[in-house]
């Protein structure tokens, strides 16, 4: 190999961004003068010493302060002749300390007007004294100024705004004349005898002076100052001086200071890795640390650099540095990547990438490499050649000449002005959703019914402020006599529950709550949820700037377009003619959601009431071809997401090219979550569904590598274009556990995701995180989801998660055959739902073998693989499904004849545990009549195993041990007999009965001042039960269990449990068990004698709290 065959890559290159914030160094090739902005310094040094005039006559005038300072910075400031750099330096520094954002970044600009008003030599001594004096207590108001101590403890000049001032000075004198140069360094060099802080100044301002450097930074060294080690940053260029001196350096200041780094950089270049490589690591989670102190490291043209990201591949945010280092070193990239790209997927991957881009020069190292490496570079070069790319001819001409790649014509849009839309506001109702909206359950709800609201308007009326009016709770919970006369007149502020409340609001008050709500929905995005049922061109416009420019409400814009096309165009026609600009913008942009949606028609019909001048101006909104409707500024898919670096995309034809894959990603970052571009139809007619998916999944993996930057989310959101169950699959798992990692937006964005993929397994995912998760605020939000669902199928939730449960593709037996070619296996369920397999003779296994050589190459991987996912499958839902058959048997829940049959007779992998538990069949009054059991071939049977026969309006349930009388004895031995094991306890269960006196009680006073460790207390959330909510303190005071008739069982406990810390208080004193309205602990009114409650009820709360007290 020689040298002129490969590229240079032992240079270290200077990045041209470094030099803007770099401190000069004299003699650096380009540098200028900078001229000072003298009327700019001016300025800005007269608003700020106006604004610091207290505090630099305080400090100046303070008994403590040095008198020398005292007397030269009180000159300055009064603008006596004759003034001096240490009075120029007391001022600035004072004054930093004085004022805050914005005024503290103009402090540089006393550099500036020293320059201009009093010259080079001045300035320069100005910085040195500025080095050497301090404010001894930076914190408090009015602090002495003193000269520093010899050890440099505490002073400040090494913040920014003081040292950016200094770099000014600095950059003044590299630009000098050579004459001046040399007369101010002969002048610093006195400054050398003095003290460590003046000399650490004469090198920051002549770094360039070598001896000078490496005095101080021995000196420092042995001294141990932080603060002068970050100074000397800015000085040293050796190997020898960055492992003295970067030791002492608090990463965090370089991080808030480019200069500081660049400079460094700039002085030390490759010698400055060992620092980088410590930096970085500080705090791995921190983005910022990761902008600041990755890239450099990337930039070092060393195998010690590229090994370094090459370690920490794995951790958030290095891949695009690596990648990065790939590109700039493809020859250092391809002989260490090969020489370890076995140890992890992600660099076999980065290797398989800089060799397809670099295909001639990864041949030309084949004879250098060692032998292992060589072999591995050569194969992927005749795999890359063995690939069958599919011919431009066979694929659609969006995917190789995309309206993005060639030239376009922008239409100068035509301004029409004067139209007005004066639609009345209307209020239209969507069918149950004004009842459902009067449902909703707020917080506020436990103190405001206890509230006298007569009062309280009575007092605000004698001009006394009542935490209640004007605010949420007065208007969801008063009285409409006091309520309808004012709400007019209520401008919502700092609701806690926006969206909540305000529908709240709404469904009491009607149309005449049209005001309030807009005005919440201005104030607040999420109580934009309430102006749904509402239109008027007010509510368009709103909706329209939320759907352009707030993330959060625009899936709530988009319902309200798609839900009011008619008047919603209407209202927006005129802003889409008229001048350019936001509204504009905001107006066409609506417009287009709603042709989107299906209603061109609309929209033509709304532009043609304005006249044929305003159909004509929106008629090409309407036809142009959505695949043309681009921004004008079209994303740029990010290095990390390199199309070489991702799963390959097939096509009948062969391969997709790597430049239409590029299309692809252009296309998915111009979707949005809830707007894909129309472009992705055209690839997934063309591309492998599955390589599609597999391509997503990639793309995702590699944004996470990537630190999840929120710009590029649109990676993230591919997946609810493109993902399939195999992406449910892994993204479940994450979506449970982001929000206790700070991304409960991230999870609700996951919610979103699978909502869209839309599945059975991803309605069933989602499904299960609306029922189980740990997170409040998430579990929430999949309810919603699940609503949107079960109300778009017009099923009450229950029934949706009949329907939800995927057969898995198990056959009419509930089982599966998995096929191996010549041996094969059947996949069966035990009482739990656990799967089980068993080979041809029925003997069972303890697992799936794996295939093997004499196995069919295609078949066996294929059904291994399919047993993997549906054992991943039935485990999520497995015992979801046990505990909501339990909790049919506890609440009553009943299924018709006909959907018992379908739904749960019927399901292949339901029936399991259906023919494990007694049914009943229920009267009109829901007594129990007749019971009955499935048997293995699906018929009915009763108690004496006779066939029993249902209607499909029969009323079919789960039957409670407790209603069974007589007959349990009976279902006992039939089930013992077939050695039938349950999924949960019914038969066998303990069932209690209250006592005569508690019948008349309205408390359990069984468990009174009963002591229960915290920690076995919680279990009662497995069975049911809800924490409280959070009081002050951050505690939880009670568990709740619904009961009906909208009551529910509390139990009081003493201390409470702190939310996050369970175990600090260890146990918890049961103070009180009686039933209250839901959610209204709080009201201690007492609803209801224990003898009025359900049996069934009285008898599962007893149990479950014997069951944790015991």
């Known amino acids: 190999m020689t040298a002129d065959v490969l590229p240079d890559e ?60 005292a007397e030269a910075g009180l000159a300055f400031h009064r603008g006596q002749p ?137 000196e420092i060294a042995a001294s141990g100052s932080e603060e002068l080690a970050l100074i000397a940053l800015t000085t040293i260029t050796t190997r020898a001086q960055v492992d003295r001196i970067t030791p002492l350096v608090q990463p965090w200041f370089v991080m808030q200071n480019p200069a500081l ?49 090459a370690d920490r591949v794995d951790d958030r945010f290095v891949l695009p540095e690596l990648q990065a280092a790939a590109g700039r070193f493809p020859a250092r990239a391809i002989r260490l990547l090969a ?151 209520w401008q919502p502020r700092h609701l806690w529950e926006p969206g909540e409340t305000m529908r709240v609001v709404v469904a009491r008050h009607g149309i005449v709550a049209f005001t309030a709500a807009l005005a919440a929905a201005r104030q607040m995005p999420p109580a934009a949820a309430a102006l749904l049922p509402f239109t008027a061109p007010e509510v368009a416009t ?107 995309l097939r096509t009948p034809a062969g391969v997709l090219p790597l430049d239409s894959t590029r299309h692809v990603l252009t296309m998915l970052a111009l979707s949005r979550l809830a707007e894909p571009y129309p472009g992705l139809e055209v690839a997934t007619a063309t591309i492998d569904r599955r390589s599609l998916a597999e391509f997503v999944w990639g793309l995702f993996r590699r944004w996470q590598a990537a630190g999840m930057p929120a710009k590029e989310v649109w990676a993230f959101e591919a997946l609810a274009h493109l993902g399939d169950d195999d992406a449910v699959r892994g993204l479940t798992p994450l979506i449970r556990a982001w929000p206790g990692e700070g991304g409960h937006t991230r999870a609700v964005t996951g919610l979103e995701i699978l909502s869209a993929i839309g599945t059975d397994v991803a309605l069933m995912h989602l499904h299960g995180i609306a029922q189980k998760v740990k997170f409040k605020g998430l579990k929430d939000r999949a309810n919603e989801k699940m609503a949107e669902v079960a109300a778009a199928l017009e099923l009450r939730p229950e029934q949706l998660a009949d329907r939800l449960l995927p057969d898995f593709g198990l056959d009419g037996s509930g089982s599966l055959t998995l096929d191996y070619g010549p041996r094969r296996f059947v996949v069966g369920f035990d009482e739990q739902l656990k799967p089980f397999v ?82 009943g069949v229920y009267d009109e009054r829901g007594a129990l009549t007749a019971t009955l059991r499935v048997a293995e071939d699906r018929t009915l049977a009763g108690v004496d195993d006779e066939p029993v026969t249902v209607a499909e309006d029969a009323v079919i349930g789960v039957v409670h041990p407790l209603t069974l009388g007589d007959a349990l004895p009976g279902w006992a031995e039939v089930f013992a007999d077939y050695e039938l094991l349950q999924p949960f306890p019914q038969l066998g269960r303990e069932v209690f009965r209250l006592e005569p006196a508690e019948r008349e009680q309205t408390e359990l006073l069984r468990f009174k001042n009963v002591k229960v460790p915290t920690t076995k207390l919680l279990g009662l959330e497995r069975r049911g039960w809800r924490r409280g909510d959070v009081g002050d303190g951050g505690h939880q005071g009670w568990f709740e269990r619904d009961l009906a008739d909208g009551l529910a069982m509390v139990v009081h406990m003493d201390p409470g449990v702190a939310v996050g810390a369970v175990g600090y208080f260890p146990e918890q004193r049961l103070d009180e068990v009686a039933p209250r309205t839901a959610g209204d602990y709080w009201n201690r009114k007492r609803y209801t004698n224990l003898g009025d409650l359900d049996e069934i009820v009285i008898s599962e709360v007893i149990r479950d709290l014997n069951e944790v007290t015991a």
């Open 838 to 919: 068993a080979d041809e003779t029925g003997k069972r296994l303890k697992a799936l073998p794996k295939p093997g050589v004499k196995d069919d190459a295609e078949l066996a991987p294929e059904a291994y693989r399919r047993f993997s996912g549906l054992k991943k499958d039935v485990r999520t839902v497995g015992g979801d499904q046990i505990r909501r058959l339990e909790a049919a048997m506890v609440d009553g829940r009943r299924w018709t004849g006909a959907e018992f049959a379908q739904y749960l007779v019927g399901h292949p992998l339901l029936v399991h545990i259906v023919r494990r538990l007694v049914w």
């Open 542 to 648: 709103l909706m329209a700037d939320r759907y352009v420019r707030l993330k959060s409400a625009r899936p709530t814009a988009l319902a309200w377009l798609q839900r009011h096309p008619v008047s919603g165009a209407r209202a927006l026609i005129p802003a889409a003619v008229g001048k350019a600009g936001q509204e504009r913008h905001n107006a066409e942009q609506a417009l287009l959601a709603i042709v989107a949606s299906g209603y061109a028609r609309e929209v033509r019909m709304a532009a043609r009431s304005y006249g044929e001048e305003v159909a004509a101006e929106i008629e090409p909104l309407i036809t142009t071809d959505p695949l043309d409707r681009l921004p004008a500024r079209m994303p740029v898919v990010p290095e990390w997401a390199d199309p070489a670096l991702l799963p390959r």
């Open 82 to 218: 004759g003034p001096t750099p240490l009075g120029a330096a007391a001022t600035a520094l004072i004054s930093n300390r004085a004022v805050h954002y914005p005024h503290e970044d103009k402090i540089p600009l006393f550099a500036d007007l020293w320059l201009a008003e009093h010259g080079l030599r001045f300035a320069v001594r100005a910085v040195v004294e500025l080095f050497s004096v301090v404010i001894s207590k930076p914190y408090e108001a009015v602090s002495p100024i003193v000269f520093a101590d010899e050890a440099g403890r505490s002073f400040q000049v090494h913040r920014r705004t003081l040292l950016d001032l200094a770099g000014r000075v600095r950059h003044a004198l590299a630009t000098a004349s050579e004459e001046e140069y040399r007369e101010v360094v002969a002048e610093l060099a006195g400054e050398r005898d003095t003290t460590a802080l003046r000399r650490v100044a004469t090198s920051f301002l002549v770094p360039t002076e070598a001896a000078w450097v490496e005095a101080d930074a021995t």
């Open 339 to 489: 020489a370890r790209s076995t140890a992890k997927r992600t660099l076999a991957e980065l290797l398989n990438a800089v060799v397809l881009a670099h295909p001639e020069l990864a041949a030309t190292m084949l004879d250098e490499l060692p032998e292992a490496s060589s072999r591995r570079v050569r194969d992927l070069l005749a795999a890359a050649a063995d690939v069958t790319e599919a011919p431009a001819d066979s694929l659609p001409a969006l995917l190789v000449n995309p309206p993005w790649a060639v030239k376009r014509t922008v239409r100068k849009p035509k301004v029409i002005t004067g139209l007005v839309c004066d639609d009345p506001v209307t209020l239209d109702w969507a069918p149950g959703e004004a009842e459902a909206w009067s449902r909703i359950r707020l917080g506020d709800a436990s103190w405001a019914v206890q509230q006298d609201w007569a009062k309280v308007v009575a007092e605000s009326k004698r001009g006394r402020t009542s935490p209640w009016y004007g605010k949420g709770p007065f208007f969801a919970f008063a009285p409409l006599s006091l309520t309808l006369p004012r709400i007019g007149e």
């Open 10 to 69: 032992d240079r270290f290159v200077v990045q041209p961004a470094w030099l803007r914030y770099r401190y000069p160094r004299r003699g650096e090739p380009g540098l200028k003068p900078r001229l000072p902005e003298v009327e700019k310094a001016r300025a800005a040094v007269a608003q700020i010493t106006g604004v610091a005039a207290d505090r630099v006559r305080g400090v100046l005038e303070h008994p403590d302060t040095d008198p020398v300072i």
């Open 261 to 309: 780094l660049y400079t460094f950089l700039i002085g030390t270049r490759s010698d400055a890795l060992p620092a980088l490589r410590v930096w970085a690591t500080v705090n791995t989670d921190s983005t910022e640390y990761a902008k600041r102190f990755l890239p450099p490291i990337g930039m070092v043209p060393t195998d010690e650099a590229f090994e370094a990201l």
